[in-house]
């Protein structure tokens, strides 16, 4: 015979619940050993990486020795510190190290951006109001130094041209690229687009370089080896010294022309890469409606990868604003070529104005900090929009 037992819906809502399982409590002396690791990891590391700086002989002199320890000592120090960093912080009571662990852990990071980002900026704006060693007070004097020297004008003016027509072309060029590119084969679109590419894996050095052979000058009379000017000596024309002509600011000019040849293939490559994300039943519905190719492209296409031209031109507009390396390697200011960035080298290496160059580079700083906020709030904007 078997017995059933009913339970009552209220008995059973009655029954104790299980006991939650309370959180660890705080472990000292785990807390303790993660703290003194993390420090003494940091030391032993810091003062490495010096020795390998300040006492080269300790290691034979051996600049691939260094290197090598260096990879070591950079990449086994920074498991060590995170190693401790993850024990300090286990020795905290759960609930809390659980809120603090994604914190601790971006904390190194934050704290490199901090040392080498933040730290230099803030020291380069107290030194701007320093003299030139860096060792007194003088006011305002560099900013009235800077803004009273022409030269300071120049090389903004020469910015500003730079900032009017690098972007605006670089980013043209790479669309008509991307354009044209995209109506070519397979085979055809990877050849052409790795040709226009192929500037992006030279320095602006060597860029500049090459660019200095094409703008090259000899006396009349004399065989011309630059490209430029063997063409229009072939024509009937004399060789000019491209870099001297300052009429209208063409040497400059000229120069923008390297930055273009270099960027144009970033901005394809973006550019294409937007193009193809068109979605193509957009497209084929404007071609069903009788639409030129070019309507397709102003009304449907464009628009679509209107985004992308504005990161790319946001990018080569900050880009233009630090040019440095072509101007340097070709002209170095001479001929109104200068650039604020070239200006700055100039008062604090071969001037020794520390001061000035600080003033000059918080100008530059000015100039660029709208830039970043309106591409940084530009990039919120589009993903806010996805």
């Known amino acids: 015979m078997t017995t059933t037992t009913s339970t009552s819906p209220g008995a059973a809502a009655a029954a104790p619940e299980p006991e939650r399982r309370a959180g660890s409590p705080a472990r000292p002396v785990r807390l303790l050993i993660g703290a003194v690791g993390m420090v003494v990891t940091a030391w032993l590391v810091c003062n490495i990486f010096l020795a390998f700086a300040y006492y080269p002989q300790w290691f034979a002199g051996s600049g691939i020795l260094i290197g090598l320890l260096g990879l070591i000592v950079g990449i086994g120090g920074s498991v060590v510190f995170f190693y401790f960093l993850n024990l300090c912080i286990e020795g905290f009571p759960s ?21 080498l980002l933040l730290y230099p900026t803030v020291q380069t704006i107290v030194y701007s109001f320093a003299n030139k060693d860096s060792t007194a007070w003088v006011g305002l004097q560099n900013y009235q130094a800077i803004f009273g020297d022409a030269g300071f004008w120049s090389a903004l003016l020469n910015n500003l041209l730079w900032i009017l ?104 490559v973006l550019l294409s890469s937007a193009i193809k994300g068109v979605p193509e039943d957009t497209i084929e519905a ?34 233009v604003l630090k040019v440095f390396d072509i101007i340097y390697v070709t002209t170095n200011g001479r001929d109104s070529t200068d650039v604020i960035a070239n200006l700055f080298f100039r008062k604090l290496f071969v001037e020794q104005q520390a001061g000035q160059a600080s003033a000059v580079v918080v100008v530059l700083l000015i100039l660029v900090l709208p830039i970043l906020v309106y591409q940084v709030r530009s990039f919120r904007q589009q993903e806010a929009n996805r």
């Open 165 to 268: 027509i690098v972007p605006i072309l670089t980013v043209a060029f790479g669309l008509a690229v991307a354009v044209l590119a995209d109506k070519l084969s397979a085979t055809g679109e990877r050849i052409a687009k790795s040709f226009i590419f192929l500037p992006m894996s030279i320095s602006f050095v060597g860029a500049a370089t090459i660019w200095g052979l094409i703008y090259a000058y000899n006396t009349p009379g004399s065989p011309q080896t630059g490209l430029l000017n063997a063409i229009v000596v072939a024509l009937g024309g004399e060789p000019h010294a491209w870099y001297q002509i300052d009429t209208a600011r063409l040497n400059s000019l000229l120069l923008m022309v390297i930055l273009i040849w270099l960027q144009t293939g970033f901005a394809m």
């Open 286 to 319: 404007g071609r069903m409606d009788g639409a030129s190719e070019g309507r397709i492209f102003w009304q449907i296409v464009f628009p679509q990868v209107r985004p992308t031209m504005l990161a790319v031109f946001i990018t080569v507009l900050i880009l």
């Open 95 to 115: 609930r809390f190290s659980e809120g603090l662990i994604p914190y601790a852990f971006l904390l190194p990071g934050f704290s490199l951006i901090a040392i």
